[in-house]
């Protein structure tokens, strides 16, 4: 089992910046992908960003050039820098995490943390 801890959400104007941690814990998998989705009120989970365990990165179009995801290997953590925040990126922001095991896949989520953009 892998646990995360999700960290950062919160209440921001529009324009502004939030910075969304992840810590994975448990059964850590050598190769793993880990991220975030996010689900606004009657809408469906989407994906946000992405990235494994060497570095390759992927965005949702939505967020290109104002979101930057990174992680820090050592400490199974992911950060989900988020910057010139919009009112649509109001969301339940979720991480994910991903392990890679031969041809095997496991899925993980965090409980979710809250992110408001309000003036």
């Known amino acids: 089992q892998v646990q995360l801890v999700e960290s950062g959400g919160g209440l921001v104007q529009p324009g502004g910046s939030l910075r969304l941690s992840c810590a994975a814990s448990?059964?850590?998998?050598?190769?793993?992908?880990m991220g975030w989705y996010r689900q606004a009120p009657g809408k469906e989970r989407e994906l946000v960003a992405t990235?494994?365990?060497?570095?390759?990165?992927n965005y949702a179009d939505s967020v290109k050039g104002r979101f930057t995801i990174s992680r820090d290997n050592a400490k199974n953590t992911v950060y989900l820098q988020m910057n010139s925040l919009k009112p649509e990126d109001t969301a339940v922001y979720y991480c994910?995490?991903?392990?890679?095991?031969?041809?095997?896949?496991?899925?993980?989520w965090g409980q979710g943390t809250q992110v408001t953009v309000s003036s």
């Open positions: 448990g059964s850590i998998f050598s190769i793993n992908r």
């Open positions: 994910t995490y991903r392990g890679l095991r031969g041809i095997s896949e496991y899925d993980y």
């Open positions: 990235i494994t365990t060497f570095g390759p990165t």
